[in-house]
């Protein structure tokens, strides 16, 4: 049963540059949730979808960043012309629908470098 | 306000031994959730235990135990046993419900494990 996946592992952008990190939940899950974690900080909650819907997008800078989760395919999280300051690791996690499990499963993360 | 507060940047342990990381949250929920993840140096995020806030018995998965203290908001997580693979990072989170239906984690700054050989 594989686990929540990411891709790619390693992003370098330079600024000014799209960068677009996909997540595919685990296998049942039906939500998905991205984190940001900043260089020796705890992660910070950015966005929170469910098929076709965003729930709650709360966490997201107002401008340059979005996110989807598609019928068919992964998530995606978007980030337009990219500064040095989105510089950090992208986690996605997942969870199965509600009243199952309240536990989110997160993938390896994507490494945003930008120079 | 700073919702999970991890007061040690960083512990040491002589491997065998067992060591207690400390959590402590805020929160007018009855209902919630608490989380330990860890993270070692790979980078990724490994679920580890939870605990939820009407369970009357501490959780506990193999070797990682949580010291549940509802009345202190506090939910440490003990370790005994420790091996070298245990270094890494230990975040506590809380899970947050809002009236709109989301839930997200809150995480704490985490605590770097080392365990000595």
């Known amino acids: 049963n594989a686990g929540v996946m990411q891709n790619p592992r390693h992003l370098v952008r330079r600024r000014g540059q799209e960068a677009r990190l996909r997540c595919s939940p685990m296998?049942?899950?039906?939500?998905v949730y991205w984190y940001r974690q900043l260089p020796e900080e705890g992660l910070k909650f950015m966005v929170y979808l469910q098929k076709e819907n965003i729930i709650d997008e709360s966490g997201m800078p107002k401008e340059r960043f979005s996110a989807e989760f598609p019928k068919e395919g992964p998530s995606i999280l978007r980030i337009q012309q990219v500064v040095r300051g989105d510089s950090a690791a992208y986690f996605c996690?997942?969870?199965?629908?509600?009243?199952?499990?309240?536990?989110?499963?997160f993938g390896p993360g994507t490494r945003l470098t930008v120079l | 306000a700073q919702k999970i507060t991890q007061t040690q940047p960083g512990m040491f342990v002589q491997e065998k031994e067992a060591v207690t990381l400390d959590c402590t949250y805020d929160?007018?929920?009855?209902?919630?959730?608490l989380f330990w993840y860890k993270q070692p140096s790979s980078g990724e995020m490994i679920f580890l235990i939870y605990?939820?806030?009407?369970?009357?018995q501490n959780a506990t998965e193999g070797r990682y135990s949580l010291n549940f203290q509802k009345a202190r908001k506090s939910a440490n997580l003990v370790i005994s046993a420790s091996q070298l693979g245990d270094s890494a990072m230990y975040f506590c989170a809380m899970r947050e419900l809002t009236q709109g239906g989301s839930e997200k984690l809150v995480f704490g700054k985490g605590t770097k494990l080392t365990v000595n050989p």
């Open positions: 605990q939820g806030s009407y369970d009357e």
């Open positions: 296998k049942g899950h039906s939500h």
């Open positions: 996690a997942s969870s199965p629908p509600r009243g199952e499990t309240d536990t989110q499963y």
């Open positions: 929160t007018s929920d009855q209902s919630y959730g």
